[in-house]
């Protein structure tokens, strides 16, 4: 199976892997399952480090690549069919993120199932985003 994971759950798997759900964990652990970071991740996480938000030892944005590597995660890069579920993706009311919009685009025109812990994510389920919850 395939999956994307969303910012707030790729920092889990590498500061904090306790707070994911025992389910969710299972999935990284099921070395048939393709894990997929979109590019937009990569570019959140490098801004939450460079402001210390995360506290890891990245001394050049190879570290990051080579890391994603090793756990055998697949980055997905923003395409021009991303952009165009963007646009026509409705902002809802209560959440205006446009990382999480475009990787939530991503993941609906990819047909691929997100997994976050982000509480507005549900909102996009009506707009056809598959979504697992940690």
């Known amino acids: 199976m395939r999956y994307f994971v969303d910012t707030n759950v790729f920092i889990f798997i590498i500061t904090e892997r306790h707070r994911l759900k025992k389910n969710v964990s299972q999935l990284f652990d099921d070395y048939e399952n393709q894990i997929y970071v979109s ?59 446009p990382s999480d919009r475009l990787i939530i685009s991503q993941a609906i025109t990819e047909k691929i199932p997100v997994i976050s812990s982000d509480t507005a994510f549900p909102l996009y389920r009506k707009h056809g985003l598959d979504l697992i919850e940690n």
Do not use: A
């Not at 939450?48 to 506290?55: A, E, H, T, V």
């Open 39 to 97: 590019s937009e991740s990569i570019k959140e996480f490098i801004h939450l480090s460079q402001q210390n938000r995360i506290k890891l030892d990245i001394k050049k944005i190879d570290d990051i690549f080579e890391y994603i590597d090793s756990l055998g995660y697949t980055i997905k890069y923003i395409k021009k069919e991303h952009l165009k579920t963007f646009f026509n993706l409705p902002i809802e009311k209560t959440h205006n993120d």
